[in-house]
């Protein structure tokens, strides 16, 4: 009998990892993909939407068509995983029986965490970038204030790139000198990695963009229109742009699957459950002490597939995520640099350069037929 | 003053800003003059606790380091 193989979530990590687990077992699995809307959304995508850079149909693509013909999809939700009886319980009724089963469940965005919250803005969800895209047309001028309003999140450098193409977007409106832009940094610069840090505060400086430092989201007033640090500091805002917080999905946080804060305790090498074997996790949905962002997921994928493929087959499985990630970060005038680390390297970024800026265009429209099957390494 | 901690926090192997956000948190729930004790890995957290205590007026009383692990000790500002 073919072992069984049931992938919960298509995003980056899922989709990549189910077309990589069809591949290697052939005949020798019945894989499963499911995922609640059957849409792949390219995440990245949103920052341009909000800043009228894209247009949303480039961002969301027919799960299907990324999907090998090997492997099932359901499109459902899936509302309980049972470790000990090994199924998914699925929302229009039913239930998948696994031999393996993988967590590609993502984060979800928690608004309801930061006290007044309410209508504030953000890019972290399609319809989070289309509505701020629309109150920025509206925008005439003020003071934005941009900041993370809980950790961890999604894509590190995202509120400083979105700074700098914010700058430009004001510019080119001709409203920037009636605005101001101020980063709110948890840290006392403006991105956590120092030496990224260096290279970005001065370009941040020479464009007028003030750094907040030591301001770590408390709470908002939007009657007031103010926002509150821990550290006891308030501003006033005309437009707020939060990073809303990320926490994991329900069905991991309600199967019993996860820590306090809804990410899965996840083995740094093998990528296994920390207590259930034959569950693995990965992308955002895990409690690994590294970047969430598509990068990772991607990384990650090919281990768990090589793994169950091992498994399955009966050898020893050696396949071990060692930590990688990779990012850009646009640092605005055309350039940006990269960040590339393991658990064991951090990040030394190379000097910014028109050609990481261009890799990064060119790697947003290659997306589509390159990463989730498993193209580029 | 209490000299004891009242929470101690282990962040071992999270990557700044994480010990610096996780450890103001936890400050908010304790009462001024409180000590707090967190454990962490990432070797940039000296000096960003240095630079936050300095921010802040949290008081900074004690850096260590054993075997990778560092320590920093924290009291309330009151």
Request: net charge positive; with cysteine; glycine share 10%.
């Amino acid at each position: 009998m073919p072992a069984r193989v049931v992938v919960l979530g298509g995003g980056v990590g899922g989709t990549l990892a189910v077309n990589l687990i069809a591949k290697g077992l052939k005949r020798d699995a019945k894989v499963t993909l499911v995922d609640r809307t059957g849409m792949h959304v390219y995440q990245p995508g949103f920052l341009y939407v909000a800043l009228d850079q894209a247009n949303a149909l480039w961002l969301a693509r027919d799960e299907r068509s990324l999907l090998r013909k090997e492997v099932d999809l359901v499109i459902d939700d899936a509302t309980k995983v049972d470790p000990v009886a090994r199924t998914v319980t699925l929302r229009r009724g039913g239930t998948l029986a696994y031999d393996h089963l993988v967590l590609a469940t993502g984060a979800r965005l928690d608004r309801e965490a930061v006290p007044g919250y309410g209508g504030t803005h953000d890019f972290y969800s399609l319809e989070g970038a289309q509505r701020l895209r629309e109150e920025l047309r509206r925008f005439k001028g003020g003071r934005v204030l941009v900041g993370v309003a809980g950790i961890p999140y999604k894509c590190p450098p995202a509120p400083v790139e979105f700074v700098l193409m914010l700058d430009q977007y004001l510019r080119d409106r001709g409203i920037r000198s009636k605005s101001e832009i101020r980063l709110l940094s948890p840290l006392n610069r403006a991105f956590p990695v120092e030496s990224a840090s260096k290279m970005v505060q001065p370009i941040m400086a020479r464009k007028g963009i003030e750094l907040a430092t030591f301001f770590n989201v408390e709470s908002v007033d939007e009657g007031a229109h103010t926002v509150t640090s821990i550290e006891g500091e308030t501003i006033e805002y005309d437009l707020l742009v939060l990073v809303p917080p990320h926490r994991g999905a329900q069905v991991v946080e309600e199967s019993g699957l996860t820590d306090a804060a809804g990410w899965i305790p996840t083995d740094r090498g093998t990528l296994q459950h920390q207590r259930h074997e034959g569950i693995y996790a990965i992308g955002d949905a895990t409690d690994l002490p590294i970047s969430k962002s598509g990068s990772t997921a991607h990384f990650e994928a090919p281990v768990v597939a090589s793994r169950i493929a091992s498994v399955v087959r009966g050898t020893a499985p050696m396949a071990a995520y060692e930590g990688r990630v990779m990012c850009f970060l646009e640092i605005g005038e055309g350039r940006a640099t990269t960040l590339r680390f393991d658990y064991k390297h951090p990040p030394v970024p190379p000097q910014p350069s028109r050609l990481w800026h261009w890799a990064k265009w060119a790697f947003n429209r290659a997306y589509w037929v390159t990463v989730p099957q498993g193209r580029v390494g | 003053m209490p000299l004891t901690i009242t929470r101690t926090l282990d962040l071992k192997g999270f990557a700044c800003p994480i010990p610096i956000v996780k450890t103001a948190q936890a400050m908010k729930q304790l009462a001024a003059g409180d000590l707090i004790e967190v454990f962490a890995t990432d070797p940039g957290s000296v000096k960003d606790f240095a630079a936050w205590s300095k921010a802040t007026g949290n008081e900074l009383t004690e850096t260590s380091q054993e075997g990778g692990v560092f320590r920093f000790v924290l009291r309330k500002k009151g």
